[in-house]
């Protein structure tokens, strides 16, 4: 069986929405040039080359999030749990000098993340179906996450910049199992959590901006409903916006993001131009970074909280959406 690439022979990349999977991001294959058509070394596409990896979780009154990033230059490994009962957001961030502690694997399937220092220990690992979350940390911090059922992700690969493009693969509603502890306190995952993966990598633009929409949950007729909307990125006239129900994913049209960038409690409206799309949200709770430092840059803006509206199937039947626990986001990066 011969391994799917995402480089051609040539050099290139075939834009599009893929239905099948990578098996490996090649990207030193990749032809990267200057604006002025000069070839890049293969040390420059190595270091040219980002990854991230986020995957969170919605429970009975609790969200959790988790990234791991490697920008060549700095790594950043970041987790969190926001508690709507208590209105408490407990998170940790660690930032790592030339990414020496962060690991991410160039194979979307199968490759295993990582990213440790010290005490602290952040694991991604892929299976047949789905992924394994787990965190170990000072103050008697521990998670344990399993991600099942993810059989229809959306994979896309698309243009970014003059000549660069950055592969996504999401997925969204999928069923969780395990808990996490931190301290004394444990937030325990039942038949109702849902939760959301997202793999992406590529030669992006220097200076990238988004919205962003993530909402995994059950419906009040017991199936799943997974949601990822995004504007501002993967968007050279393609989408990486999907509905995913009972786990079949939809793609979706271009979305529309209502906000005050300034005004950080009030609410969110989102839309497709689809018409399928029309949610309000209301933050609870945020996670905000700021850095600044000459070659990186990074203003992260994001907020749990609850989404109500109507989403339309492609079916044409609208499913309403009543409370649902999910997140939003706006960030500016520098890369």
């Known amino acids: 069986m011969t391994t799917k690439k995402l480089i051609n022979d040539k050099g290139h990349i075939t834009p599009g929405v893929l239905s099948q999977p990578v098996d490996e991001i090649n990207y030193l ?35 959790f999030g988790m990234a791991l990033v490697d920008l060549k230059l700095l790594g950043n490994g970041f987790f969190y749990l926001y508690d709507f009962a208590s209105g408490q957001m407990l998170e940790q961030s660690f930032m790592s000098p030339l990414a020496l502690s962060t690991r991410i694997e160039p194979y979307p399937e199968h490759g295993c993340a990582s ?51 950055v ?56 199936r799943s409903l997974g949601l990822n909307l995004a504007a501002g990125v993967n968007e050279t006239g393609m989408t990486e916006n999907a509905l995913w129900l009972d786990g079949q994913c939809q793609k979706l049209g271009a979305a529309r993001f209502y906000f005050d960038r300034y005004h950080t409690g009030g609410d969110w409206r989102v839309t497709t131009e689809d018409g399928r799309v029309d949610l309000h949200f209301v933050p609870a709770g945020a996670r905000t970074e700021k850095l600044n430092a000459g ?13 109500n509206g109507t989403i339309t199937g492609e079916d ?13 986001e706006d960030h500016f990066a520098r890369w």
């Not at 200057?34 to 991230?52: C, E, G, H, I």
């Not at 694991?123 to 399993?146: C, D, H, N, Q």
């Not at 325990?188 to 959301?196: L, Q, S």
Request: glycine share 12%; charged share 25%.
């Open 29 to 63: 294959d990749y032809d990267l040039r200057t604006v002025m058509d000069r070839p890049r070394s293969k040390l420059a596409r190595r270091w040219r080359f980002n990854q991230f990896q986020f995957v969170s979780a919605t429970g009975p009154g609790w969200v």
């Open 167 to 222: 592969f996504t693969r999401k997925s969204a509603g999928l069923p969780v199992e395990g808990e996490i502890r931190w301290g004394h306190r444990i937030w325990r995952c039942d038949e109702t959590t849902r939760g959301a993966i997202d793999w992406s990598c590529g030669f992006m633009r220097r200076e990238t901006a988004w919205s962003w929409a993530s909402l995994a949950g059950q419906l009040q007729d017991g």
């Open 115 to 165: 990213f440790s220092k010290g005490e602290v220990s952040m694991r991604i690992r892929p299976f047949v179906g789905g992924r394994s979350i787990s965190v170990s940390a000072p103050g008697g911090i521990r998670v344990e996450l399993t991600l099942k059922e993810d059989n229809d992700p959306l994979r896309l690969v698309c243009p970014a910049g003059y000549n660069g493009w």
């Open 295 to 307: 070659m990186l840059a990074s203003n992260f803006r994001q907020y749990v909280g609850t989404f």
């Open 316 to 328: 044409g039947n609208k499913i309403a959406v009543t409370g649902l626990q999910g997140l939003v």
